[in-house]
């Protein structure tokens, strides 16, 4: 770079941090990696996120869980489709944000309007799927019985590393507009747009802690992602059969609910559906005798 | 007080005769061999062991014990008989499964009888409940057979292929129904494991399968203990495991099926709170709470086994609780008066009885009825605890017997923090006048399975199964089809 063209005006760097009861800290462990292009510049400093920061992000989940659930299938739509809005909006960013990553811009325009769609596609679900789902049961007794969906609780969230917008967001939706929340690590490989992805999150009055986004590695979290406690399902989407191994069996510790999104394409029409939603949810049934 | 002047006197001046249900009319052989592709064939150790009645300590039979080989012999025809069944046109599935249900119901009594000789049960139970519930669970998931496409919608319906099933001693015929039913529906063929200490309607339901006429090694039927249902979970041609039994069994089962592609469900245990807020209709909240715990004594995974009443009218509630448990009979199984049966084992009452040893020291107060017990055989009085904490290893843990925690509380919010402070989520129940109350309480509590105004009524039409570590997916209804099918877009 020439002196002349420095002195024209220095771009801002962004400071990419992680994404925990709806503000934006630092890794509590001061830890980083560098996230390089494919000429090995370095693009950004990543935060290494730690378990600390996954038991911070688990409270805040946990926290956010009452009101969230309780909270009408109209408003989580229209709360959705607000995402939406304010992704589009931004649209170019993330293209940027993709392209800088190594993915074509075709590619990641399509990415990007993929992603859009998505959050449209789950918040047109809120207030249907569990119209799909629920039932009335013809018990054979005077009582008036029926079962109805309800979320999980809270779900961990290893996202996918190759589709690091549109995989993210795939799994975050079907979860948070069922009434879940969660904490989620984004790609490892490309975590860049799931930083900014909490910057839209944050403007489209998404309650604080209702999505929680961290970034690190995933050898160093995986385990604690499927072992903590106070988690009620983890959702992963790579790996081989010994990381699905090591999770089923960490899982089982307080019975999680486990769902493998292995080897979906999530480009496609078939990796979204309201059967997404439903893998986290639970089936109460509830029985009324009918008397006077 | 109030309550003990218009204390209800269910016993005073007249005794009950004794009612026993004959046992002439049925047949229980001296030893049965393992039902493996649709014949009973001898265990390849030849090693059997005895089941008997807990009420007299008797030995009824000897049955075999399965060995790896044997499950393996059992998975293998599983397999072979796959192909032909789920091929098999759905609506003649179908009516195999619907034979299954209609020869259950001819042979009922029978059943009922050897269910109560064999488990302890009170025959008023298994032939009211256990019996005719598994009859009803073959019929509702027959006509499932040829409709699966309408209970998943948008979606491209499979059977998985062999599933391997274990089933507890509490409702030994009616989990097999909860089991065998659904997953024959679906196309699927399955090898199923009795409890060690009720095999015995499991293998007169293998008679009944052969003499329906069902294909060869659809369904198989061996008995064994834990090492023989290990093998079972363990098997790898096992596409799916359906386990009911304890939390830490379950939990051993689903890290061993870790890094396979086995479906699994699983039914563990519960610790049920039951809320009585100060404007239930108190007499019939008393008789929910009896029902609740006192049902198959206690032996019920779902059992309202902690009990938190609403303080103003705690005094009233225990008072009357109490003389109810006083009119309790504790008895003969087969008397058709008998209230509680038998403890289903002596291991069991162990259990049971290190419980009422564990709650005294925890410094809470214990009543049992007052009512007599047979002097041979396993038996346990109604047992109440007052004066428990949340912390107590009696509030928080699965005793399995008739064994009731009670706590108070003031406001609806406390309540249903304490409901709701347990790891487990199977059951709950609510008893109040105030609509808003029940919908407001039963949407707040974390359970699979919630009673408002009674409480432990079952149905094959209604989804069964817990959160959190009660388990994972359910048993019964539409919902219930899941857990044997694999659903493609």
Known sequence: MSIAEAAARLP??????????????????????????????????????????????????????????????????????????????????????????????????????ATVDRLIYYAGWSDKYQQIFSSVNPVSSSHFNFSVLEPTGVVSVLAPDDSSLLGLVSNIAPAIVGGNTCVVLASESRPLCAVSFAEVLHASDVPAGVVNILTGFREELTTQFASHMDVNAVVFCDGDADIAKLIQIEAANNMKRVISRVDTRWSEDSAQSPYLIRDTQETKTTWHPIGG | MDSQVNKLAFNDGWQYAPAPESTDHIQID???????????????????????????????????????????????????????WSKMKAKERGKYVFRIARMLQERAREFATIESLDGGKPIRESRDIDIPLAAAHFFYYAGWADKLEYAFPGRNVQSLGVAAQIIPWNFPLLMAAWKIAPALACGNTVVLKSAETTPLTALKLAELIQDAGIPAGVVNIITGAGETGAAMVNHPDVNKVAFTGSTSVGRIIQKSLAGTNKKYTLELGGKAANLIFADAAIDQAVEGIVNGIFFNQGHVCCAGSRLLVQESVADEVIQKLRD???????????????????????????????????????????????????????????????????????????????????????????????????????????WTDKGAKIFKVTQAMRAGVIWANTFNKFDPASPFGGYKESGVGREGGLHGLDAYVKVAS
């Open chain 1, 12 to 113: 801002v760097d962004k400071t990419y941090k992680i994404y925990i009861g709806g503000k934006f800290p630092r890794t509590e462990s001061g830890r980083y990696f560098a996230l390089e292009d494919q000429k090995g510049r370095v693009i950004a400093n990543i935060c290494r996120g730690s378990r600390k920061d996954f038991r911070n992000a688990i409270v805040a989940a946990r926290s956010a869980s009452p009101g969230w659930s309780a909270a009408t299938a109209y408003l989580r739509g229209q709360i959705l489709y607000r995402i939406a809005e304010m992704l589009e909006g931004r649209h170019e960013q993330f293209v940027t944000e993709l392209v800088l990553q190594g993915v074509a811009r075709r590619k990641a325009k399509h990415e990007v309007n």
């Open chain 2, 30 to 84: 001296e030893k049965y061999d393992l039902f493996i592709g649709g014949d009973f064939v001898a265990p390849d150790e030849g090693r059997y062991f005895e089941t008997i009645n807990p009420a007299t300590e008797e030995v009824l039979s000897s049955v075999a014990l399965a060995t790896d080989a044997d499950v393996d012999r059992a998975v293998k025809a599983a397999r072979k008989a796959y192909g032909g």
């Open chain 2, 324 to 430: 109810r448990m006083d009119t309790l009979i504790v008895g003969d199984p087969l008397d058709k008066n008998t209230d509680i049966g038998a403890i289903n084992s002596m291991e069991q009452l162990e259990t049971i009885r290190s419980y009422l040893k564990i709650g005294e020291e925890e410094g809470a107060s214990m009543y049992q009825s007052s009512g007599d017990v047979p002097d041979r055989g396993y038996w346990c009085r109604p047992t109440i605890f007052t004066g428990v904490s949340q912390s107590n290893r009696i509030v928080q843990e699965e005793i399995f017997g008739p064994v009731l925690a009670i706590q108070t509380f003031r406001t609806l919010e406390e309540g249903l923090e304490k409901a709701n402070n347990t790891p487990y989520g199977l059951s709950g129940g609510v």
